[in-house]
């Protein structure tokens, strides 16, 4: 079965930086476009990056330029690289991947922006 398990997150100060992980298994990784979301307390689920499986990159507009997606197809990983972070980033982050007509979900890792 599809499970993707996230981890990363934690408490970071304002400008700080954090990268996030989403380790994957149960489907052939690399044929797939990865995301990741978040949800902020209060919100509805954003979708904050996506990669294709040839590596194409697309994010919101907000993040442009201070977050990086990637992947590692050999070990079934997605990452998210998030540098000046500000305190309304504040959110649960979940990775998730669209197989089948089924969208899957990770139990999602809390990033705390704050100082």
């Known amino acids: 079965q599809v499970q993707l398990v996230e981890s990363g997150g934690g408490l970071v100060q304002p400008g700080g930086s954090l990268r996030l992980s989403c380790a994957a298994s149960?489907?052939?990784?690399?044929?797939?476009?990865m995301n990741w979301h978040r949800q902020a307390p209060g919100k509805e689920r954003e979708l904050v990056a996506t990669?294709?499986?040839?590596?194409?990159?697309n994010y919101v507009d907000s993040v442009k330029g201070r977050f990086t997606i990637s992947r590692d197809n050999a070990n079934n990983t997605v990452y998210l690289q998030m540098n000046s972070l500000q305190p309304e980033e504040t959110a649960v982050y979940y990775c998730?991947?669209?197989?089948?007509?089924?969208?899957?979900w990770g139990q999602g890792t809390q990033v705390t922006v704050s100082s």
């Open positions: 998730n991947v669209l197989r089948r007509g089924t969208r899957y």
């Open positions: 149960g489907f052939i990784f690399r044929l797939y476009s």
């Open positions: 990669i294709t499986s040839a590596g194409d990159t």
